[in-house]
T-cell receptor
Framework: AQSVTQPDIHITVSEGASLELRCNYS??????LFWYVQSPGQGLQLLLK??????LVQGIKGFEAEFKRSQSSFNLRKPSVHWSDAAEYFC??????????FGSGTKLNVKP | SAVISQKPSRDICQRGTSLTIQCQVD?????MFWYRQQPGQSLTLIAT?????????ESGFVIDKFPISRPNLTFSTLTVSNMSPEDSSIYLC????????????FGEGSRLTVL
């Protein structure tokens, strides 16, 4: 069965520091992979997605993620975090039947 | 990108009552999805709603508890029936604006508290 694991529930980084949020998935075929961000009181917004091709994908707001098949991972990175990046981040797997499975989320806190 | 409006944005309900959540999209979409986000947890798919057919429910969710309507390509409703405190959650409507792009657009959610 499909599943997504985000091992870090909370992460705190200082503004300007680099960020990496971990995501591991379980899926029988090549998955569609996504990262969404949810700001307080708002819906989810897509940051980036991977379908095929280049395993390093660029997204909005300066985020990128790398698909590593051997590790079943799709970690999200940002070289320099801004205070406005404080939010909850969800990794998701999409199967080939329009169903999406979300991880439990990682709450990012940014210290000034 | 699709703009999704949900009503109500939040409500406090009494045990045993039912509440209907509305989802309006500003464009025609084939597939609409209803998710539940329980406190401190991730999103769980309740059902997929396609216009002109009955909704498809995920394991653990049944039509009697979560009846869904999809009368046209821009609108859907989810009813949470006979509510209990365990139904306190955020309910999110989402759409895939273009089929098989994998990009879901989400409404801001409806936060229900059941007393």
């Amino acid at each position: 069965a499909q599943s997504v694991t985000q091992p870090d529930i909370h992460i705190t980084v200082s503004e300007g520091a680099s960020l990496e949020l971990r995501c591991n998935y379980s899926y029988g075929a090549t998955p569609y992979l996504f990262w969404y961000v949810q700001s307080p009181g708002q819906g989810l917004q897509l940051l980036l997605k991977y379908f095929s091709g280049d395993t390093l994908v660029q997204g909005i707001k300066g985020f990128e993620a790398e698909f590593k098949r051997s590790q079943s991972s799709f970690n999200l990175r940002k070289p320099s975090v801004h205070w406005s990046d404080a939010a909850e981040y969800f990794c998701a797997v999409g199967d080939h039947f329009n169903k999406f499975y979300f991880g439990s989320g990682t709450k990012l806190n940014v210290k000034p | 990108s699709a703009v999704i409006s949900q009503k109500p944005s939040r409500d406090i309900c009494q045990r045993g009552t039912s509440l209907t959540i509305q989802c309006q999209v500003d464009s025609q979409v084939t597939m609409m999805f209803w998710y539940r986000q329980q406190p401190g947890q991730s999103l769980t798919l309740i059902a997929t709603a396609n216009q002109g057919s009955e909704a498809t429910y995920e394991s653990g969710f049944v039509i009697d508890k979560f009846p869904i309507s999809r009368p046209n390509l821009t609108f859907s409703t989810l009813t949470v029936s006979n509510m209990s405190p365990e139904d306190s959650s955020i309910y999110l409507c989402s759409v895939e604006e273009q089929t098989n792009t994998g990009e879901l657009f989400f409404g801001e959610g409806s936060r229900l508290t059941v007393l």
